[in-house]
Every structure is written in C-alpha cells, then in structure tokens.
C-alpha cells in the first residue's frame, strides 16, 4: 500500500513536469534592431503643467498634506522633473523615450489619455503652449 502510494506521487509529479514543460515557452525574444523598432508606434503628444487650465481640479486636488503636487503613482513632483503620462496599459514606471523630450518613466494618468496618447509634463502653462500637440514615433523602453 505505501508502495503503491510513492508510485501515485511519483506519477502525478511527474505528468505534473511534463506538462509545465510543454508550456514553457523557451523562445526568448532577442535584442536587435528589429526588436527594438517593434517598440516604436506613433503616438499622439501633448503637453501639460500642474495648472488649473490643465489639470483641472486635479491642480489643487492633487495635492499631498505639505501642498506637494503629486501625481497617480503617488510621485511627488520635483521642480526638475521630466515624466509622461500614460494610458492604463502602460505600467508606472515604464520608459517611453520621446523625440525632444527625452527618455522619461510613466508617473501619472488622465481621463482623456487612451490608445496611443501621451501628455509630458512642463513646469509653466507657456512651456506647454509651445510644445502643444505633437505627432511623434515613440519608442517604449
């Protein structure tokens, strides 16, 4: 009988292996230049500031307890910072390297930012004026 049951266990982890085995996929994509232009879309590029006009009520909102801005991912914004915002599929955190802007994580959200559509972050409301709306190949990092 306890025979029988090692050989049950033995079965059953074994069955179990192969299978796992067979769903691993062991084909790792390489890094080429192909690769690395399958990151790159075009992408509808506009700009943003922490003010009113832009943010709506998210301007005094979002706002910590020290009167810190702050952005979706809890990010507080520094007066040097350089970040996008993303659609929902794009992670906190992710790399998207914009032309004439530069190479910059996910930090925030917004409720007009879907599909392809990406606001950068400027410290002033002209800043953002004179960049405006950019059509741009992106590349994700």
């Known amino acids: 009988m306890k025979?029988?049951?090692?050989?049950?266990?033995?079965?059953?982890?074994?069955?179990?292996?192969?299978?796992?085995?067979l769903c691993l996929d062991t084909s790792?994509?390489?890094?080429?230049?192909d690769a690395e232009e399958a990151s790159s879309f075009e992408a509808n590029v506009s700009a943003y500031c922490p003010c009113e006009k832009c943010?709506?009520?998210?301007?005094?909102?979002?706002?910590?307890?020290?009167?810190q801005r702050i952005t979706a991912s809890g990010h507080v914004i520094q007066p040097d910072d350089k970040f996008v915002a993303?659609?929902?599929?794009?992670?906190?955190?992710?790399?998207?390297?914009?032309?004439?802007y530069g190479k910059v994580p996910v930090l925030d959200r917004g409720g007009a930012i879907v599909g392809n559509k990406f606001d950068v972050l400027f410290h002033?409301?002209?800043?953002?004026?004179?960049?405006g709306r950019q059509y741009l190949t992106v590349r994700r990092k």
């Open 86 to 100: 993303a659609p929902a599929k794009y992670p906190f955190g992710t790399i998207i390297d914009i032309p004439g």
């Open 55 to 67: 943010c709506g009520r998210w301007a005094t909102e979002g706002v910590n307890s020290k009167g």
């Open 28 to 33: 790792f994509p390489v890094e080429t230049p």
């Open 124 to 131: 002033t409301h002209q800043e953002a004026l004179e960049w």
């Open 3 to 21: 025979d029988s049951k090692v050989i049950w266990v033995l079965v059953v982890f074994l069955v179990t292996l192969a299978v796992v085995a």
